[in-house]
């Protein structure tokens, strides 16, 4: 049933990560198992019930932006700095930022992102200005003496397009366009979308990703609220731990991933490395009314099951299991309890690595985030150790790389995200050749 | 290439415009040129530049969900304008989900983001804000006192596509996207490629949005690109005449059934149209302007034509994207002739802009839903109070009256902020 088009292949990786900003300092941190979970240092997280987070630490935008280029970082909130780093190092390591054969019609992008809260700061003056000598707000005021203290691009700085505007006119892609705002479901939506995009034949070449920073008051003080959230400030390496039995919570993140995504017949006529094939994606949504982490188990297997069949694979094909595995007690027990229902006996022998561990959950970006580690571990045979893991959550049941990394015995991941109201999506990835 | 791939039908539609509460209603105000411009009433603009923009009256989710409209009690006002349209929209296109495959039947939507409860959160910065920075404990110590957790999930642009799946029935392939002013002519293109791909058998498509809301008509002024035609509201949305002065802001929601032909033919279900057409691209230029040349619109279009496999003559209808912007509209005129040479001054192209407003994320669905109502009907909707010409705005845009013709193939436009540009085509289903 599904569309027979052309073969997708995944040809540059690029990464701006709580475990560093290029590939191979990556790889490291996740072969040795470590977590990128620290105490929020971007600004003082006293007064949150969490105050820990995978936060990029030590990145500057400006090292990947040309120099005539920079005034356009002004107009740039966190989210989108961290996109235009990625893509720039995916671009790279694809081999196709100087490659004057690149048809920029034919190229574009797509990204999971969500809408930004306005810096703070930019926001001071404004905040002052609207309240009356009772200290009432004023809508009155804020008209009168407000809007004028505000930068004109304000807005367009934090539309949840900005990230794949930016990059769009950064490298003069002029294909296809698109930003997906589905919480952690984001992400994998935009690489199933990328990929139908090439298949149909409307481009060759994709930029697919995410990027998305929680590392903000306003978005830390949301997700505090939302609930879930681990607390465990004394301890933020192991705050973080999917499946553990002392799993107590999801932990924010940050970051960006892009991934260069090719037409196997555009990458073989210029002779580009391939690292994986994107074979197999599916979709699901049972909508949960009680907005709990009680996603219906029933979705997320149906899921596994689509994504399996999409890619004509059986669950022996799965060299590991990509998880969502946010750490909160509830969404682990389902997602392990949908695993089990979709792969059935086979279940307990697949290997599963929660890279929300080592990243912690960056929101739409965590797809491309995991993804990008996902491959990583196909290029090295390995399916990398989960941070902080020790001691199995008996009802979860599964398998959990921890303490070394383990070889793969087959080169695939599935990898799957899913959002606290029942919105799925999931991707299958296989070394080309295996 | 055409033949082989999977056929996609419209098999329902329903809007909530700030011409109308239904999809009848609407298109009885646009044939008759009548404007939804009049003064903001949602809350106190009378110090902000721009006063005016087109509301939907007396919106109320009970009117459309009579029983079980409190379950969406704490929905933002983007899902709820998408609730209502859907609960037309499946009673028009008699589609009872539960007796299909529901994993087989997804939702794609443009629908917009929402926005922060601007009260609380100037009170929470007011009060972090001591000797001239931001104190963030006192911040953060607030927020999590003062916010409301069900508002903050519910702001989130996620939220319209659930409420939509979950009010439906659909677990198939859920998503939104937000590409700014291309947004649900976006959604609608990628959920055609869903259905043509085999992923899906229907679809559930289009978006909703408002954005009169403080923050968001702030933002516009902030960028200038709103009119401020303040004392002539009707007046202000006045696409490709020489005295437009930017856009009006709009808000409602429209929503579509796309299916399978062959799905839709065993069911007996009511045929539209068909969507045959769907063109993408960036114009990789600026944020906040169009390529002066009209590189991406024509690049749209040009694609469009081709997945539809027809020449430009064979378009009977154009409804322009036609914000009201001085650059926009004269960059969209230039792109038409370009991709349609000496034809451009023959088909018509109207801007129901002009009478609605922009309904940003909503724009393209519910002006896609005009052109299907066009070819239905034989009407054209017009541009109101296009009374000067612009030189540089010089095709037949159907100015001030609807118009008779015969529409069998319509083309839809919509141009993005940031530069993302979606167009559709749709075409008489005669079997």
Redesign the interface.
């Known amino acids: 049933?599904?569309?027979q088009?052309r073969r997708v292949l995944i040809t540059g990786l690029g990464i701006v990560s709580p475990l560093g900003c290029d590939l191979q300092s990556v790889w490291e941190q996740l072969s040795a198992g470590r977590s990128g979970i620290r105490r929020i240092e971007a600004?003082?997280?006293?007064?949150?019930?969490s105050q820990i987070a995978g936060e990029v630490i030590g990145y500057s935008a400006r090292k990947y932006v040309d120099r005539q280029q920079r005034k356009a970082l002004k107009?740039m909130c966190r989210d989108t700095l961290l996109a235009i780093g990625a893509a720039r190092m995916a671009l790279e390591d694809a081999g196709l930022l100087e490659w004057a054969g690149l048809d920029?019609?034919r190229t574009?992008?797509v990204f999971g992102a969500?809408?930004m809260?306005s810096e703070?700061?930019e926001?001071?003056e404004?905040?002052?200005a609207?309240?009356d000598e009772q200290?009432q707000?004023s809508?009155?005021?804020?008209?009168?003496r407000?809007?004028p203290t505000?930068?004109?691009?304000?807005?367009?700085k934090y539309?949840?397009?900005?990230p794949?505007?930016?990059v769009?006119?950064l490298?003069?892609?002029?294909?296809?366009?698109?930003?997906?705002?589905?919480?952690e479901?984001?992400s994998n939506?935009a690489f199933a979308?990328a990929m139908?995009i090439i298949?149909?034949g409307?481009a060759d070449v994709m930029l697919a990703g995410g990027a998305e920073s929680n590392v903000h008051?306003?978005r830390?003080?949301?997700l505090?609220?939302?609930?879930d959230i681990s607390t465990r400030n004394d301890d933020p390496a192991g705050a973080c731990r999917p499946f553990d039995r002392d799993h107590c919570g999801l932990v924010a993140g940050e970051g960006a991933a892009v991934v260069v995504l090719e037409s196997e017949e555009h990458a073989r006529r210029r002779g580009a490395r391939v690292y994986a094939e994107l074979s197999g994606e599916?979709?699901?949504?049972?909508?949960?009314?009680d907005?709990s982490w009680q996603v219906a188990v029933e979705?997320i297997a149906?899921v596994i099951r689509?994504a399996l069949a999409s890619a004509g694979a059986d669950p022996e094909d799965i060299g590991f299991y990509n998880a969502h595995g946010n750490g909160s007690v509830v969404a682990d027990r389902v997602e392990a309890a949908a695993l089990r229902e979709a792969l059935g006996s086979k279940a307990g022998g697949v290997p599963v690595v929660p890279f929300k561990s080592h990243f912690g959950s960056a929101g739409t970006a965590c797809g491309a985030l995991e993804f990008v580690a996902g491959v990583l571990g196909l290029q090295h045979g390995q399916a990398p150790p989960s941070a902080a893991y020790r001691e199995p959550d008996p009802e979860c049941g599964l398998d959990v790389v921890h303490g070394e990394p383990r070889p793969l015995a087959v080169r695939s991941f599935l990898s799957v995200n899913f959002?606290?109201?029942?919105?799925c999506a999931a991707l299958f990835v296989r070394a080309v050749g295996d | 290439m055409a033949e082989s791939r999977r056929r996609v039908v419209v098999t329902g539609m329903a809007m909530v415009t700030p011409l109308g509460g239904d999809l009848e209603r609407t298109w009885q105000a646009a044939k008759e040129g009548r404007s939804g411009v009049d003064y903001i009433t949602r809350f106190d603009a009378s110090t902000f530049p721009t006063r005016i923009a087109a509301e939907v009256k007396n919106f109320s989710l009970a009117n459309y969900i009579p029983d079980g409209h409190e379950r969406y009690g704490s929905a933002g006002l983007n899902a709820q304008l998408a609730l209502a349209a859907t609960a037309m929209l499946l009673e028009s296109a008699r589609l009872d989900i539960s007796r299909l495959d529901p994993y087989r039947v997804g939702v794609y939507l443009g629908a917009g983001e929402g926005h922060q409860d601007l009260v609380t959160f100037m009170r929470l910065l007011r009060r972090a804000y001591q000797d001239g920075r931001i104190e963030t404990p006192v911040f953060n110590a607030g927020a999590v006192a003062e916010l409301d957790p069900v508002n903050e999930l519910e702001q989130s642009p996620n939220m319209a596509a659930v409420h939509v799946a979950g009010f439906a029935g659909a677990r198939g392939p859920n998503s939104n996207c937000l590409t700014a002013c291309a947004a649900s002519n976006q959604a609608i293109g990628e959920a055609v490629q869903l259905v043509r791909s085999g992923v899906a058998d229907v679809m559930l498509s289009g978006g909703a949005h408002s954005m009169i809301h403080p923050l968001g008509v702030t933002g516009f002024n902030l960028l200038t690109a709103l009119s401020t035609r303040n004392d002539e509201p009707t007046k202000a949305s006045r696409p490709f005449d020489l005295g437009r002065d930017g856009f009006v802001l709009g808000e409602g929601a429209g929503m579509v059934v796309l299916e399978e032909l062959e799905h839709a033919l065993r069911r007996g279900a009511t045929i539209h149209g068909e969507v045959i057409g769907y063109g993408l691209s960036a114009d990789a230029f600026r944020l906040t302007d169009p390529h002066e040349d009209g590189r991406g619109a024509v690049q749209a279009m040009v694609h469009a034509l081709r997945d539809a496999g027809l020449r430009p003559e064979d378009i009977d209808y154009i409804n322009a994207h036609g914000t009201s912007t001085r650059e926009g509209d004269a960059v969209e005129t230039l792109a038409i002739k370009k991709v349609f040479g000496d034809y451009a001054y023959k088909v018509p192209v109207s801007s129901t802009k002009s009478m609605m407003g922009h309904l940003i994320a909503a724009a393209g669905v519910v002006e896609f839903i005009l052109c299907l109502l066009a070819i239905r009907d034989g009407i054209i909707p017009p541009t109101i109070n296009l009374e000067t010409p612009d030189p540089e705005c010089d095709l037949d845009y159907v100015p001030n009256e609807a118009r008779a013709a015969d529409v069998r193939i319509a083309l839809s436009n919509s141009f993005g902020f940031g530069g993302q540009n979606a167009c559709l085509i749709v075409r008489r289903f005669d079997g």
């Open positions: 049933m599904s569309d088009g600004f003082d997280p006293e007064g949150l019930p107009v920029r019609e574009g992008v969500t809408m809260s703070l700061e926001l001071a404004a905040a002052v609207c309240h200290g707000f809508l009155k005021l804020w008209g009168e407000s809007i505000m930068p004109p691009l304000w807005m367009l539309l949840p397009n900005m794949a505007c930016h769009s006119i490298y003069d892609l002029q294909g296809p366009n698109n930003t997906i705002t589905m919480e479901a984001a939506l979308e139908r298949q149909r409307d008051p306003l830390m003080a949301r505090c609220l939302l609930g599916a979709a699901t949504c049972v909508a949960n009314a907005r979705a149906e689509r959002d606290r109201v029942g919105q």
